[in-house]
């Protein structure tokens, strides 16, 4: 179930005309006929479609393929294999079940999917290894020929000792990272809390967009070699690293993503190296055979390819009397893929130092990754830091307990703080420049009436009956906002009209619209005689963009682009005043005017006739522009906001089936400024939807002898529906960050973080019983109660 | 001919048409997934009768026979093409007729990103052969707007931002349009049942209930 329940705590009356309203997204018309173009629904004439050949055992090595049989079939065109296009496939090597290991393009897709199954092919089957626990035993196999174990520690420090004036800015690479004497710190400390062994499956059960690429590289147009059609929000990365792979200048080559469809799995929407498999095939296919051609996972593929993603945590926390984490000393491991080593530094980034940064004085992280025959070629599966969210809000959990706090109360005490060190994603070193998990608790707590739901720390035990209900809490706190800069070009025009240009794609989550909305309130022009031009690398750059996170970064630029365009503009109408300049005037929807005389007001086409020189063109302003164009980083003192919110999960517990019903999230962010409350519901709702989900449901069924997925439905994978959760929102506007100009904050990608951990805590609530093992299936449940 | 025509008048399956039905195995097949359409059915909804099953299946029969030609009505356009038995609803109506606003997602009708209207009720495209839809009349995305005018379901999706990626956007809204044209003022329940076949990724479920009951 899902119920709308929508309030704003702590709001305030903003002065802006088109900010803080609930404006329809830009593309709305587009996505509500049908006529928006994901990447798949690109056909070009004389376009071929290339499918693959998997490997079906988990670790082999090919010694031939015979092809004869698939290239005699009507209709294919090309079958590449590691051995005539090394390039592609790098290696006669299979790293996991299910990896791709050939491919054939043909005129149709049914064609290669044929054709596939008639390659024959002769493998030495392997030792393997098909868990990340497995893995990291001293007598498992080696996933990669060149490494000596499958456990590595990452070295990329982010953290180092405070400089002598009590600034965190040095950067030391290193395996163990922190500051401070953390064996020190524990000896000071009065409550010790160690939790080992949490184990966090991240399963993102995709609904299947047809994701890949097609790439038609026409050499008979040498200025345009080659143009790729993806879904990206990153499109300039993402055309680097596929014109890399065929050596072609970025000058010519170009990229299109218009529309990307809400997948953040692995490797579309961020790119990745599961993805760039897809664009090798289809590059060195479209330049080998001079047409068009389509490389699109099918249902099965993407099923295979998102299957779950596992962590290992320890989290050892020391507080002082009265609650004041004061030490923190934690190892968290995550399968992570080759080329891959990023996700394990955020999820202790995020849960840890940047969640709990307040009074903490001495740190220890330790972050590893462990390859498995499973999966090699992810970067992200999922979005957000769920893994190390859960493990530190479990522990937090368990600590409260311990001291015998209310949870939410040592949260709030401990929480992130303005001016506190930030988790330094981003080189040099940054400090948080918001705050708000306080308020956001007490927004949730408020909302579901905490205070007498709960019932302290013997509730479990109060609780009989077969079906027992719960609640638990969870802190959200992400590494989202990074600092690098994105390009915006506006434009305005003699009708009072304007324009937006960037390259930025779109997944809907309403950046567009905000940056939209944002050049409208500089410009003092209603917002709905604007547009925006994107989507494509002929329009400036952006870095990779989502939600929230998009709309603040790239809203530096915008500011800045659309400010240019208005001094110009006032610049311009000035002189249509006597002994006026800009600063002497303004402009609104009708023209430009004397701040002392509003009502002597010049049209913009008089206004834009000024560029004009020539008296005898005067009147003809209609036909020019003003433009402005602006890249500006969000950087101002070294300050970022982050995420932040909380959120509070309400379930109930049958004690006999172990099943969990009754869903209800209550979740909430401090977002600086609601620009558009609209889309920032929308992302809350969204959370709740994935994070929960994730951890309840994610039960991928898996052959236990090659790992290859079994249970290719949604069924045992089982995303929410209409039916499931009862969610929640709440919007908390506290002062956001103070460099960006309309004090937004990032409130997006880290939107599914605590949702498992509350989940956990409210079972613990219900039943008594601490579950740090995910997904909470019935088995896991009643495992739990000790009745299996 | 009168014999039979009282054999279809009092509700049975006449034996002639029987036959022509069971003895081909595409016919077969089609009863089956309808006999199963109506177990899986809701007791409100209406599902074909036994005489229209035949009927269906008759017409089936014949578009198979036929040397590979097909008509279908889409969006209140007739369209003969040649057709593949083994061609879905859905591969037709995107890569031969171009209407890519229907989105594929699962392709095996599991997520209702594919659903269409087709004489009124919706249905998963990709798990419907184009021969099967012969004779009837096929809505998609693209045939609720009347030329430049919206239809009232895709305006209330429009002005409240009921979407996020867009992807499954056109299945939901076929779905709100088949619900609200049965009932114009749903009930939550309602709208949810009528809405859970579509699996939304981006899962504002909120907004897309509360759209659609405002209702039309």
Redesign the interface.
Known sequence: ????YKETFGAKDYPYKVLGK?K??I????????????D??Y?LNGMLFSRSVHSPHPSAKIISMDTSKAEAVEGVRLVLTPFNYPDVFYEPRAYFAGHEIAAVVADTQDIADYACNLVEVEYEKLPHVLNMYDAMKSDAAIVWPDAEQNLETSEAGFFSEKTPEGLYAKRVNSPVQGFGDVEQGFKECDHIIEVDDIRHAMQHI?????RGIMVDYNSSEPSKLVTYYTGSKGLYADRARNAGVLGVPLGKSHLVSP?????WGPGHIFGGPSFERANRIASFASRDLGKPVSHHY??HEEMQISNYWQSLTRVKLGFKEGGILHAMDMTHTTESGKNTYTAERNAVRAGGMLAYNRNIQHMKLVTRHASAHRLIIFSYVGYGTMDGVFAVEMAMDQAAEAMGMDPIKLRQLNSMKKGGFDCAWSRPMAYCSAEGHAECFDAVAASTNWASKWGGWNAPNTKTGVVRSGIGAGQKTHTGGGWNGSAMLCKMFPDGTFELTSSMGD????EPTGNLMMAAEVLGIPYERGSMIRGSTGFPYSIYLGGSTGTWNLGYSTWEAAQNVRKQVLTLGAQLFDNATFEDVDMDADGVFLKTNPTDKKTYVQCFAKLQTAPAFENRGGSYEVAGYAYRRALKGLCVPREKGACIWELDVDTETGGISNLRATTSDNVGFAMNP??L??QQ??GA??GGPWSLWGGAVTDPSSGKLLSY??IYDY?????D?T?T?ILVELAGDESHPFGATPASEGQPNPHAAAISNAIYNAIGKRVIHTPFTPANILKALGKV | MAEEEKEVKKGGVSRRDFIKGSGIVVGGAAIGSTVLAVACAPAEVEVPGPTQVVEKTVEIVKQVAAPGVTTLTVNGRSHTLKVEPEWTLAFVLREKLGLVGLKVGCDRGECGTCNILVDGRTSLACTMLAVESAGMNIVTIEGLANGPNLHPVQKLFLENSTFQCGYCTPGMIMSAVALLDKTSRPTVDQVKVALSGNLCYCSDYNRQVNTVLKGV
């Open positions: 179930m899902a119920e709308t609930n329809p997204n593309t709305a018309a587009d996505r509500v006929t049908g006529k928006a173009m994901f798949y629904d056909y995709p609904v299947s967009k047809g529309y990307a469809s809400s997948f099918n249902y997944s809907g989550q309403g609209d889309a519901y929308n709702s969204q939807n994935h439905n949604w995303p929410s529906t209409q039916m959760i969610t929102c």
